[in-house]
């Protein structure tokens, strides 16, 4: 991630003079009325309590097109050919000159077991100029770039040999800016797969669909539409590789998947059931997920697995529970065994040595190393659960997981009365909140008992922007990113959500969401700055520090890093005040009051709590870095208003 770099003494009379600027207009106090310094001392070489590894991480689920539509590069939608009420949505016909195409789903014949119907196109009157078949636009677009190669496949059954012309077209001008040509051979169901490739002149654009021409008379069956750009890492059936750059830039340690309401589905036909995830697509029938829309399990857990794999990440693997969002469930005993039994084995999967059932299935599907993994959660807000069954759902799988795994640490989402040998290790809360509610709850673990479960925040987020967070939002955020680290002896991992948000009309069911797209970019929201700044700059032990005589909306934290040698200091004004400090930087070495040292300042700044970004002001609010240069051991530093920095102080 690059960030702006500016000089200090620019950095300050800027946020000054915004600040005097709204203090005319009535919005803020004038900054002269800034109060004394703050008192803060942190005592470097006193470290106090240890800083998880893991403390940052990722946490996603299909909602706001985060999957399909998404961070899966899949650009066809609806490559299944579903039907609704309005017909095969997604799909309409071709007809170019005198060709003439109709289209009906033929619901007893397709591929798979899995995809066990088809499109049913017929095409008349094919001439040169005279073509006719389907189009497809893509999830609000399709985007394309210039000397671009894109891969795509489907399934075909025909009676007939002929070609097949596969082409992007653009909407405005009907222009063809890539295409292939795909011979069909008569008999049975068969998968091709084709390529094609843009010109070095074509414009950079979202406004584009895919069509399949017949070039002759005839009949065809169609199943599993696909058309992939190039992919992070060049995966097969891989991710967008901008997003992908967006969540390498947070510095996470750990993805939490499949994540969320999408592991259990609004019923229990619906939950996540690994074992149709996984293999050749064709064998995956997707299902049903809970936010509205239809999943194609295109990224199944072999894809969040490598997904984890290119980042360098571990997973935190949740697996179902017997519960579902409209309040059914398995009662504990013989009717759960079977969803236990479907945690072991994709445990197995995920872990397994190819010699076991699913670690071989694993290396069937292309991955024979096992993945790592030390978490696995069980179930998801469990706390909604009428029925009161978790503690005895939980115990179910905690013994036989720890039976056949005690290497692993078991994640509980909910407080469980504790059965012997079934007390889990960790317990995930979830918090969304107002920025005032955010900022209220800073101080949540800071007297919470050591003697417990340890704590894993799985969900969070400040909310009021929509349909990213604004910079309100964002002192929200890092308002409690410093308790996080103040208390991160205790809280293992953390992860706000939700990560992702497709910014078109139809496609967000959420607000507010980290990182917002479109068919074509992104965009990081204030929010993602801050986490960004957070996590890449956090050590591996909390220093004793003391603070007195600041705002009450000031917050900070500090961290060492043992093997940097660099302290860094956290510092969150939240108020519409200056906040100057003097802070005695207690430990240096090999320092005198003449010696001069230069600090590296990263500062996230807004000129009010609705400040933000957005796909047409993508860079409206972005860090920027700057030096601080101070003598012995004593800083005098001042924070401008609505500002979130970190001082990274090198301690030798």
């Not at 059936?237 to 609004?266: I, Q, W």
């Amino acid at each position: 991630m690059k960030f702006r770099f500016v000089s200090r003494a620019r950095a300050v009379v800027c946020a000054f003079f915004f600040a005097a600027f709204f203090a005319v207009v009535g919005l803020l106090p004038c900054a002269g009325a800034q109060g004394p310094p703050a008192q803060m001392t942190v005592y470097t070489r006193d470290i106090v309590a240890p800083v998880s590894p893991s403390l940052y991480g990722l946490m996603t689920e299909e909602i706001n097109h985060s999957y399909d539509g998404g961070l899966y590069a899949e650009m066809v939608n609806n490559r299944t050919f579903r039907g609704n009420w309005m017909g095969t949505e997604g799909w309409g016909l071709v007809e170019l000159g005198r060709g003439l195409a109709s289209a009906t789903l033929d619901k007893a014949d397709g591929p798979s077991e899995a995809l066990p119907t088809s499109l049913k196109l017929t095409v008349t009157g094919v001439s040169a100029g005279n073509e006719a078949g389907l189009s497809n636009p893509g999830f609000w677009g399709m985007a394309v770039r210039p000397a671009t190669v894109y891969k795509g496949s489907f399934y075909a059954r025909t009676d007939a040999a002929g070609p097949l012309t596969v082409r992007l077209v653009e909407d405005a001008t009907g222009a063809v800016l890539a295409s292939a040509t795909v011979a069909l051979q008569p008999g049975g169901w068969k998968r091709y797969a084709y390529s094609m490739s843009t010109g070095a002149k074509v414009k950079v654009s979202a406004s584009n669909h895919l069509e399949l021409l017949l070039q002759r008379p005839g009949t065809v069956k169609l199943q599993l539409v696909s058309l992939m750009p190039p992919t992070f890492h060049d995966r097969p059936n891989g991710n967008r590789a901008d997003l992908m750059e967006r969540m390498a830039a947070m510095h996470p340690h750990f993805l939490r998947l499949p994540g969320g309401n999408y592991l259990e589905g609004d019923t229990m036909a619906d939950w996540y059931d690994f074992k149709k995830t996984i293999g050749p697509l064709v064998d995956r029938p997707g299902h049903q997920a809970p936010w509205t829309y239809w999943s194609t399990d295109g990224m199944g857990l072999l894809e969040f697995l490598e997904w984890c794999e290119d980042l360098k990440i571990e997973p935190v693997l949740a697996v179902y529970a017997g519960y579902a969002l409209k309040h059914d469930y398995a009662k504990p005993g013989p009717a759960l065994e079977p969803y236990v039994q479907a945690a072991l084995d994709e445990v197995e999967y995920v872990t397994g040595a190819v010699t076991t059932k699913w670690g071989a299935e694993r290396a069937r599907d292309g991955h024979a190393a096992p993945f790592p993994l030390r978490y696995i959660e069980i179930g998801n807000e469990d706390w909604f659960d009428r029925s009161g069954s978790y503690d005895a759902r939980f115990a179910q799988f905690a013994l036989a997981l720890r039976k056949r795994y005690p290497q692993y640490k078991l994640i509980a989402t909910t407080p469980v009365k504790e059965d012997p040998g079934a007390e889990p290790d960790v317990l995930d809360d979830h918090y969304y909140r107002s920025p005032a509610e955010m900022f209220a709850l800073v101080h949540r673990y800071d007297d919470a008992s050591r003697t417990g479960p340890k704590i894993f925040v799985g969900e969070w987020a400040t909310r009021s922007g929509s349909p990213t967070p604004n910079f309100g939002d964002a002192l929200g955020d890092a308002a409690w990113m410093t308790g996080l680290e103040r208390n991160a002896d205790l809280i293992v991992m953390a992860s706000y959500a939700p990560l992702l948000v497709n910014v078109n009309p139809g496609a967000m069911q959420w607000a507010t969401d980290l990182i917002g797209f479109d068919a074509l970019t992104t965009y990081g929201s204030p929010s993602y700055y801050a986490q960004c700044m957070f996590a890449a700059h956090v050590g591996d032990g909390r220093p004793r520090m003391e603070m007195s005589g600041a705002a009450e909306r000031f917050f900070s934290s500090a961290t060492v890093s043992s093997a940097d040698h660099v302290l860094h200091l956290k510092l969150v004004n939240a108020s519409q005040l200056p906040q100057p400090l003097a802070l005695e930087l207690n430990g240096l070495r090999g320092v005198d009051a003449r010696e001069l040292h230069v600090a590296r300042s990263i500062s996230l700044h807004g000129g009010t709590f609705l400040a933000t970004n957005s796909m047409t002001a993508p860079e409206a609010i972005v860090p920027v870095e700057s030096t601080v240069k101070f003598a012995g051991t004593k800083l005098e530093h001042t924070v401008p208003p609505l500002t979130i920095e970190v001082l990274d102080v090198p301690l030798e």
